[in-house]
């Protein structure tokens, strides 16, 4: 099997001495595992960075074992966030994102296309907002829809919407721009309590039935934020 397509690199782990298994996403194959042979070299190593964009070269001689990649490099994404502690860790914690709520193979080009969008949202002022909601999309268009607005009780206090969901053992304040999606930039207390919700929903509807761990590269992320 050979194909060529493009792909964001989502993971690296080391092979050997001179090799690394990367997962990639691309536009027609979907999330795809293969082998970089000679990664540790100075030409590859460089550029190597999670979330990067590439041109791919994919060989297998066997559909049922794992094949190699030939990568050259389009755009170098990850780069430009050096300087920003937590802005490199939204990227990693978006890529171990779509790694997670994605199947092999299986081809989506929404998922795609908003991966584009990150790196796009990732350099406005109101970022951190604009990711909450960019995870959201991601669960939606991975079969795991949280439509807050369904759910929400809403009170008016003080001539402000207030919004909170309840169950029989506790109260959650829900921030107004996850239920109203304006522009408004929100506090950072309502930012946390919107990735908290978004955590709790990815624990208890994904993770725990399936007895996964969360990603690493999210909670990494999250105590930048603190």
């Not at 001539?159 to 506090?187: C, G, H, M, R």
Request: glycine fraction near 4%; aromatic fraction near 12%; charged fraction near 25%.
């Amino acid at each position: 099997m050979i194909w060529d397509d493009k792909g964001f690199l989502l993971s690296k782990f080391k092979y050997s001495e001179n090799s690394v298994i990367a997962d990639f996403f691309t536009i027609d194959h979907g999330k795809t595992s293969g082998i970089i042979f000679g990664a540790s070299s100075k030409r590859i190593k460089g550029y190597l960075q999670i979330g990067n964009k590439f041109q791919l070269n994919y060989q297998s001689k066997n559909e049922n074992k794992i094949g190699s990649f030939k990568v050259e490099i389009i755009k170098a994404e990850t780069p430009l966030f050096f300087n920003n502690r937590s802005k490199l860790h939204c990227i990693s914690s978006s890529m171990s994102m779509v790694k997670l709520l994605t199947a092999e193979n299986q081809k989506n080009p929404e998922i795609f296309n908003l991966i584009e969008k990150f790196f796009s949202l990732i350099k406005k002022n109101n970022w951190l907002m604009e990711y909450i909601m960019w995870e959201l999309e991601l669960l939606k268009l991975s079969g795991y829809d949280l439509n807050l607005r369904k759910i929400v009780k809403k009170t008016i206090e003080n001539n402000k919407s207030k919004y909170f969901v309840e169950s029989q053992t506790e109260k959650k304040i829900v921030p107004n721009f996850l239920v109203e999606n304006n522009n408004e930039i929100a506090d950072k207390n309502d930012l946390i309590r919107g990735i908290q919700i978004v955590t709790s929903y990815l624990d208890k509807n994904i993770l725990q039935p399936n007895n996964l761990n969360h990603p690493l590269q999210r909670v990494d992320f999250i105590n930048t934020l603190k």
